[in-house]
């Protein structure tokens, strides 16, 4: 079964705007961590949150965790058409040890 | 900075025949994770090694089978290929003795089985 459901499936946004995605996640975990995937291409790695941080920043990425609520969203400021991609959660929970499960990942379109 | 290897990059099997993947990790990690990729899927976990031992299980097939080296590089060794483990294949590999849990991935192996 899926950890980790995103929202939304899709989103397309004009360029300079700013992009959200969510991520849902069923058990607790240790920490949750976003990554980048350009068509059929590797992962990126983007930015990992402890399960004891609220907030993190990096560069144009803010990522928030609501433990309380197993969420957690990403927002990407002032888009660019090369953030076009596909964006996944990932998380490790406390009774799997460092193994990801993903979520099913939110494809971001960034139209110039 | 250097980044996690895979080779081959592209691989067409018949069914029925093996396959070797193989992963250099970034230097100093101590952990590898196998993943694979169907199209249009999220990535699932496969097995994992920490400082050379099998440290995690997934949902990985018994026609496959995976170690890490001394030198920490790993193979992932798949067997009796069938249509249906055409997929990416991603190693990705962490630090956790520092505990920095960060997963970083690899270009993939993209596995196509005809």
């Known amino acids: 079964s899926q950890q980790g459901e995103e929202d939304p499936q899709a989103l397309s946004i004009q360029e300079g705007e700013n992009a959200t995605m969510n991520c849902s996640y069923k058990?607790?975990?240790?920490?949750l961590q976003w990554y980048r995937q350009n068509s059929g291409r590797g992962l990126v790695h983007l930015i990992l949150?402890?399960?004891?941080?609220r907030e993190k920043h990096s560069g144009r990425l803010r990522v928030t965790l609501d433990t309380s609520k197993k969420s957690s969203s990403l927002l990407i400021t002032a888009s660019r058409a090369a953030d076009t991609a596909s964006y996944f959660c990932?998380?490790?929970?406390?009774?799997?040890?460092?193994?990801?499960?993903f979520g099913e990942g939110t494809q971001l379109t960034v139209n110039p | 900075a250097a980044g996690v290897i895979q080779s081959p990059r592209h691989l067409i099997k018949e069914k029925r025949e093996t396959a070797t993947l193989k992963c250099y990790p970034i230097?100093?990690?101590?952990?590898v994770y196998w993943y694979q990729q169907g199209p249009g899927q999220d990535p699932q976990f496969l097995i994992s090694?920490?400082?050379?031992?099998?440290?995690d299980k997934g949902s990985i097939p018994d026609r496959f089978s995976a170690q890490q080296f001394s030198d920490y590089h790993s193979e992932l060794n798949m067997s009796s290929l069938e249509l249906g483990d055409s997929a990416l294949y991603f190693c990705?590999?962490?630090?956790?003795?520092?505990?920095?849990?960060?997963?970083?991935f690899g270009p993939g192996t993209r596995l196509t089985v005809t």
């Open positions: 990705a590999s962490s630090w956790n003795l520092a505990e920095s849990y960060e997963q970083y």
């Open positions: 058990t607790s975990i240790n920490n």
């Open positions: 949150i402890r399960s004891n941080e």
């Open positions: 990932a998380t490790d929970a406390e009774t799997s040890g460092s193994r990801l499960t």
């Open positions: 230097p100093r990690h101590d952990t």
């Open positions: 090694f920490y400082e050379k031992m099998q440290s």
